[in-house]
Nanobody, 124 residues
Framework: QVQLVESGGGLVQAGGSLRLSCTIV????????MGWYRQAPGKEREFVAV????????YCPDSVKGRFTISRDIAKNTLYLQMNSLKPEDTAVYYC?????????????????WGQGTQVTVSS
């Protein structure tokens, strides 16, 4: 059974940085892509970033572009999200996802596996 284990969340002041990790535990799987979503209180879950697992190609929306960087370490089976210049509006629970086939990351809930979520709180 594949599990995605997240870590790295916490409390940080505005302008600070955090790095989230998502480690894949379980049988070896050929992944197509992995990504990150977030959900703030009272808001819908939203797409944050995606990475092609083999090529390393990435994409993220304008809301985080230039501040957030998604990356992966294939040897460690781990996905990362480096978050810089954090703002209070980045406060949310952050979730990693993993897919065995290419998916449309604009469709929030159509993913093969989800992490348990990690809380990120940015104080002003």
């Amino acid at each position: 059974q594949v599990q995605l284990v997240e870590s790295g969340g916490g409390l940080v002041q505005a302008g600070g940085s955090l790095r989230l990790s998502c480690t894949i535990v379980g049988p070896t799987v050929s992944w197509a892509a992995m990504g990150w979503y977030r959900q703030a209180p009272g808001k819908e879950r939203e797409f944050v970033a995606v990475i092609d697992w083999l090529s390393g190609g990435t994409y993220c929306p304008d809301s985080v572009k230039g501040r957030f960087t998604i990356s992966r370490d294939i040897a460690k089976n781990t996905l990362y999200l480096q978050m810089n210049s954090l703002k209070p509006e980045d406060t949310a629970v952050y979730y990693c996802v993993a897919d065995r086939r290419p998916k449309n990351y604009n469709v929030v809930y159509d993913h093969d596996y989800w992490g348990q979520g990690t809380q990120v709180t940015v104080s002003s």
